[in-house]
Nanobody
């Protein structure tokens, strides 16, 4: 069983920045690590993914503003969020897929408001 612990986020002003991190307790042959977000009453939305190769993928809504990265030595994935908009307000959840399965974190909230 892999446990994921997210941190970061909080209250940010529009146009501001914040960084999220997600540390995995252990992993076996990671395939991909990523971030999703969810708001009440809406489906969970994919945000970004980083593959084992290091390639990155982004949802159109965040492309050019968010950057996903990872530190493989720490089993940690990051999400740098810039130029934040009110509509980026959500619970952000970490997702990791490795040889043993797919795992989700509990989420960390990001609120973009003035």
């Amino acid at each position: 069983q892999v446990q994921l612990v997210e941190s970061g986020g909080g209250l940010v002003q529009p146009g501001g920045s914040t960084n999220l991190s997600c540390a995995a307790s252990r992993t076996v042959n990671i395939n991909r690590m990523g971030w999703y977000r969810q708001t009440p009453g809406r489906q969970r939305e994919w945000v970004a993914t980083i593959l084992d190769s290091g390639s990155t993928l982004y949802a159109d809504s965040v492309k050019g503003r968010f950057t996903i990265s990872r530190d493989s030595t720490k089993n940690t994935v990051y999400l740098q969020m810039n130029s934040l908009k009110v509509e980026d307000t959500a619970m952000y959840l970490c997702n990791v897929n490795d040889a043993s399965g797919t795992y989700w974190g509990q989420g960390t909230p990001v609120t973009v408001s003035s």
